[in-house]
């Protein structure tokens, strides 16, 4: 009985136009990821970071706050100003006024995101080695947010007057930055909101895109 084998020069020349491919596709990928994450940066300026939904016994529709990259909002009632509202009975417990809050981080926020998003250009399309270090910035962008939220949260729970009417009746405490929190009479709902979750989105795109060309890397060290 004869059998036919194909011949193992014949087979790895068919083989190499689907490796050339592979090749090609992990070489772009990686372009094309951080120029969505760029995208979706852009348009994430536009919306809302995170919320807070502040429950009182005067207010029983609850009162809103919507946190943009370098603004503060309430819902889109024209009638009341939301933000003054919280920031009015912030006051008899001895908080802060809400618009002292990260001045800086406000003033800077929208150059800093310009910024992220010509780095992810540059780390698009200017292949170097260290290139990569420039996403750095965006992919930890969604957490350093979270994580200045937090600190001015604390400090403003922290550091209330003594002299403000309710003062004796409150507690220095920290809001939680999502989730539900008592204060007093009130009760607050935090949570992160579609610009946010947008970023996020673009956070993962640049850790894959990281991933694959790490893993390029490998691949050619052991080729």
Not at 41 to 47: E, F, G, K, T, W
Not at 50 to 62: D, H, M, T
Not at 89 to 113: D, Q, T, W
Not at 156 to 163: E, F, I, R, S
């Amino acid at each position: 009985m004869t059998t036919n084998a194909i011949p193992s020069s014949k087979s790895n020349a068919a083989a190499k136009p689907a490796q050339r491919g592979t090749s090609r596709l992990l070489k772009w990928l990686p372009s094309a990821f951080f120029l969505i994450a760029a995208i979706l940066m852009i348009v994430s300026i536009s919306l809302p970071y995170w919320g807070l939904v502040l429950q009182a016994p005067q207010y029983p529709g609850g009162l809103q706050m919507r946190v943009f990259v370098n603004n503060m909002t309430g819902d889109d009632d024209p009638k009341l100003d939301e933000v003054r509202e919280i920031d009015g009975l912030n006051h008899y417990i001895g908080m802060k006024s809400l618009y002292e809050a990260a001045k800086f981080e406000r003033s800077i926020a929208i150059p800093a995101v310009i910024i992220m998003i010509i780095f992810l250009v540059v780390a698009a399309f200017w292949r170097r080695r260290w290139t990569w270090l420039l996403a750095i910035p965006a992919l930890t962008f969604p957490f350093v947010f979270l994580a200045d939220l937090a600190f001015w949260m604390n400090q403003y729970g922290q550091n209330l007057d003594p002299y403000a009417p309710l003062s004796s009746a409150i507690q220095p405490f920290t809001p939680p930055v999502l989730g539900e929190g008592v204060i007093g009479q009130f009760s607050t709902v935090a949570y992160v909101d579609t610009g946010w979750y947008i970023i996020f989105a673009g956070s993962i795109l640049i850790l894959v895109a990281l991933l694959i060309k790490l893993s390029s890397r490998f691949m050619k060290a052991e080729g």
